[in-house]
T-cell receptor, first 113, second 109 residues
């Protein structure tokens, strides 16, 4: 059972470089999410996609873009990486409905030098 | 944005002790969830509480949802080293879940 798969697991970038974090889920979930986790800050929502074809900003969207490529895949792009974007990034998916749980990937540790 | 405040932020105890961690908000939530996260992994759901005043038990873990649905607590009885991890509460709408900053629990043998 793959669940939510994120790639890469680790990445080091120089300031100004761009990259795309990939996420795919095989549970036929409608909603997908990107969170970042920093020490002492918990999980903060960057962007989410309630269903295929829609995306919305979360708490901390600046400096990021997303694409819901199809129902399975939701990518996060950093166009010009900054040191403040050094973080652990988690993708998650969720069935539609109140109280439904999030299924998380294992995270991408990103360092921007 | 609905804010969730968790306390304490850090907790270090000895095996066998009891502990309670709290999740508080000024907003009303239709449901609250508790997740546990281990190093290098994503959070995993422990429980969802939906009804005000609800109490749910999961082995040695007891979860309570406040009557007004603004707060929740997690009580662990006779903590074990395997309980070590980051405990996160989360609440929100159908699509957007907001997380608290978490309680980092260390249970020493």
């Amino acid at each position: 059972n793959a669940g939510v798969t994120q790639t890469p697991k680790f990445q080091v970038l120089k300031t100004g470089q761009s990259m795309t974090l990939q996420c795919a889920q095989d549970m036929n979930h409608n909603s997908m999410y990107w969170y970042r986790q920093d020490p002492g800050m918990g999980l903060r929502l960057i962007y989410y996609s309630a269903s295929e074809g829609t995306t919305d900003k979360g708490e901390v969207p600046n400096g990021y873009n997303v694409s819901r490529l199809n129902k399975r895949e939701f990518s996060l792009r950093l166009e010009s990486a900054a040191p403040s974007q050094t973080s652990v990034y988690f993708c998650a998916s969720r069935p539609t409905g109140p109280g439904e749980k999030l299924f998380f990937g294992s995270g991408t540790q990103l360092s921007v030098l | 944005t609905q804010l969730l405040e968790q306390s304490p932020q850090f907790l270090s105890i000895q095996e066998g002790e009891n502990l309670t961690v709290y999740c508080n908000s000024s907003s009303v939530f239709s449901s609250l969830q508790w997740y546990r996260q281990e190093p290098g992994e994503g959070p995993v759901l422990l429980v969802t509480v939906v009804t005000g005043g609800e109490v749910k038990k999961l082995k040695r873990l007891t979860f309570q949802f406040g009557d007004a649905r603004k707060d929740s607590s997690l009580h662990i009885t006779a903590a074990q080293p395997g309980d070590t991890g980051l405990y996160l509460c989360a609440g929100g709408s159908n699509y957007k879940l907001t997380f608290g900053k978490g309680t980092l629990l260390t249970v020493n043998p």
